[in-house]
């Protein structure tokens, strides 16, 4: 079964680094996401990006952070300084549509720590 | 915006006892999924209900979304060690899915 892939599964780094995220969708799908958890808690929807550009986001998903599909196949997250309250597991996601009814496929997700 | 609220935050539970986890909204919904997420996991697409009233099984699942599309519920039968986990409702918007807190359930085998 097709599955959307993360890297890396578990980083570490000090607070004030920036941090690229990897991911890659599922190969037909169209629909690209960012989710997070912090641990023990809900997750919680960061960014919607579909056609080269987000679509939506949320409010956690501030200037410190941006996405890019770089090529074909990658989707990316990047954290340009980050704080000690990003250490969460994020999540990428993808569907092959857009709209209600759709499934969103998520990754096994990569663990960050920020010390 | 939209908020989930999802209770029990934690159930606990012997194995062959039976578990619900329940998911209101104060607006309407125009659908509910549910998800599984094993400890260490990541979410797993369980289901999805559209329909006012709808109740939908997966072998010891039962899924039932409410008559006005505020609340919807996950029951499991006969629960046995491989439904650990934490399960979550979500509701689906064009763009993203609004997360329950999950309820966290641990069996005593």
């Known amino acids: 079964e097709p599955e959307v892939t993360q890297t890396p599964s578990h980083q570490v780094t000090q607070m004030g680094q920036e941090v690229i995220l990897r991911c890659v969708p599922i190969?037909?799908?169209?629909?690209f996401y960012w989710y997070r958890q912090i641990l023990g808690q809900k997750v919680e929807f960061l960014v919607s990006?579909?056609?080269?550009?987000?679509?939506?986001k949320s409010e956690i998903f501030d200037d410190q952070f941006s996405v890019e599909r770089p090529d074909g196949s990658n989707f990316t997250l990047k954290i340009r300084s980050t704080k000690l309250e990003d250490s969460a597991m994020y999540f990428c996601a993808s569907s092959d549509m857009g709209g209600t009814g759709n499934t969103i496929y998520f990754g096994e997700g990569s663990w960050l720590t920020v010390v | 915006g939209q908020q989930v609220m999802q209770i029990p935050q934690y159930q606990h539970v012997q194995e062959g006892e039976d578990f619900t986890t329940y998911c209101n909204s104060s607006t309407t919904l125009s659908n509910i999924q549910w998800y599984k997420q094993r400890p260490g996991g990541h979410p797993v697409f369980l289901i999805q209900l559209v329909k006012s009233g709808e109740v939908k099984k997966q072998k010891r699942l039962t899924f039932q979304f409410g008559e006005a599309k505020k609340n919807s519920s996950l029951h499991i039968t006969a629960t046995q060690t491989t439904d650990v986990g934490t399960y979550f409702c979500a509701a689906k918007g064009a763009q993203k899915l609004v997360f329950g807190q999950g309820t966290r359930l641990t069996i005593n085998p």
């Open positions: 990006f579909y056609n080269n550009e987000i679509s939506e």
């Open positions: 190969s037909n799908h169209l629909y």
